[in-house]
């Protein structure tokens, strides 16, 4: 269908991609860290983090759009992902969260190609397969119900990752193809 168009899954560096805006796995403070957010903090150079400290920072599961600076993307969505404490504590309802403010923020803003990168998987230890699920359907549902002119990319840094990505967007497509047959 439809909405595979809308969401492609890539492995490579997030930084390196020249879209309207590039989506940062940020913290609290939105000050920079490790992984993908140090990354980014380091390619868009120091204007970033000057720019942030005027932001007074970003709850879990929100966003905030700022300049991407020295990146080849034109804008960075930060946001902050939850930490894995089992999956009881919330964890989808955020990380779902942090997908649908990020297509908010990128729809108020105009933008049509936005990169995210996989989003707590990291250190914030949330498990891969479930990530990989809550992305696709909360991606896919915002495409279907907002705003179908967005082109989505979803970069993993493993292929393992990649994998998994994949998987859940074949999986997703299975049961939207099911759907239509009822």
Same mark, same amino acid.
């Given at each position: 269908?439809?909405?595979?168009?809308?969401?492609? #899954? #890539? /492995?490579?560096? #997030?930084?390196?991609?020249? =879209?309207?805006?590039v989506?940062n796995?940020?913290?609290?403070?939105l000050?920079?860290?490790?992984?993908? %957010?140090?990354? #980014?903090?380091?390619?868009?150079?120091?204007?970033?983090?000057t720019?942030?400290?005027?932001?007074?920072?970003?709850?879990?599961?929100?966003?905030?759009?700022?300049?991407?600076?020295?990146?080849?993307?034109?804008?960075?969505?930060?946001?902050?992902?939850?930490?894995?404490k089992?999956?009881?504590?919330?964890?989808?309802?955020?990380?779902?969260?942090?997908?649908?403010?990020?297509?908010?923020?990128?729809?108020?803003?105009?933008?049509?190609?936005v990169?995210?990168?996989?989003?707590s998987?990291g250190?914030?230890?949330?498990?891969?397969?479930?990530?990989?699920?809550?992305?696709?359907?909360?991606?896919?549902?915002? =495409?279907?119900? /907002?705003?179908?002119?967005?082109?989505i990319?979803?970069?993993?840094?493993?292929?393992? %990752?990649?994998?998994?990505?994949?998987?859940?967007?074949?999986?997703?497509?299975?049961?939207?193809?099911?759907?239509? %047959?009822?």
């Amino acid at each position: 269908g439809e909405f595979m168009e809308h969401i492609c #899954i #890539i /492995q490579g560096d #997030i930084t390196t991609l020249k =879209v309207d805006a590039v989506v940062n796995a940020a913290n609290n403070t939105l000050l920079g860290g490790g992984g993908v %957010d140090g990354a #980014i903090h380091k390619a868009a150079g120091p204007q970033l983090r000057t720019y942030c400290e005027t932001l007074g920072g970003c709850p879990t599961g929100d966003a905030r759009i700022t300049p991407g600076f020295d990146l080849p993307a034109r804008h960075l969505i930060h946001t902050v992902g939850p930490v894995w404490k089992g999956g009881h504590h919330g964890e989808e309802g955020l990380l779902r969260a942090c997908y649908r403010r990020s297509l908010e923020l990128a729809t108020e803003h105009r933008l049509q190609t936005v990169a995210f990168p996989s989003i707590s998987t990291g250190a914030y230890g949330y498990p891969i397969k479930e990530a990989a699920r809550v992305a696709i359907e909360t991606l896919s549902e915002f =495409v279907a119900e /907002q705003n179908p002119e967005l082109l989505i990319s979803l970069c993993t840094f493993s292929e393992e %990752d990649q994998a998994c990505y994949q998987e859940a967007l074949a999986r997703w497509a299975d049961h939207r193809m099911e759907d239509m %047959d009822l």
